[in-house]
Nanobody, 125 residues
Framework: DVQLVESGGGSVQAGGSLRLSCSISKFFSGNYCMGWYRQPPGKEREGVATIEDDGVMYHSESVKGRFTVSQDKSTDTLYLEMNELKPDDTGVYFC????????????????????WGQGTQVTVS
C-alpha cells in the first residue's frame, strides 16, 4: 500500500514562507498525479497544486505566483513552497497521489486522489 507522510507545517506571520514536504513510500511508474490539497477551518477540502509524472504543474488561482509544487524523484518526495502567506492560507494541508494524469480544467480539479497523507497544519496570522 502507498503511504504519504507530510511535514513542514507550522505557524507563521502573514507575508512569511513555509515549505511542506511529503515523503511517498513509492513513486508510481507511468502516469500519475500528485499534489497538495488543503482544508480551511469549517470548509471543504480544496485543491492547491499538483504535478504530473512528466513535470506538468497546476496551481489554483488563489495561490498562483505564491506557491510552487515540485518533486524529487530520486528521494520520492513532493514539496510545496509557500511564499507571501496570507491568513486565508490557514488550514490542514494534505498530500495526495493518484495513478492517472491530473484532471484540471476551468481552474479546478475534477477528480480526487487515490491516496492521502494524514495532513499537516498551517496557520497564518
Amino acid at each position: 500500500d502507498v503511504q504519504l507522510v507530510e511535514s513542514g507545517g507550522g505557524s507563521v506571520q502573514a507575508g512569511g514562507s513555509l515549505r511542506l514536504s511529503c515523503s511517498i513510500s513509492k513513486f508510481f511508474s507511468g502516469n500519475y498525479c500528485m499534489g497538495w490539497y488543503r482544508q480551511p477551518p469549517g470548509k471543504e477540502r480544496e485543491g492547491v497544486a499538483t504535478i504530473e509524472d512528466d513535470g506538468v504543474m497546476y496551481h489554483s488561482e488563489s495561490v498562483k505566483g505564491r506557491f510552487t509544487v515540485s518533486q524529487d524523484k530520486s528521494t520520492d518526495t513532493l514539496y510545496l513552497e509557500m511564499n507571501e502567506l496570507k491568513p486565508d492560507d490557514t488550514g490542514v494541508y494534505f498530500c495526495g497521489a493518484a495513478t492517472w494524469k491530473c484532471v484540471f480544467t476551468g481552474g479546478r480539479w475534477h477528480r480526487g486522489m487515490d491516496y492521502w497523507g494524514q495532513g499537516t497544519q498551517v496557520t497564518v496570522s
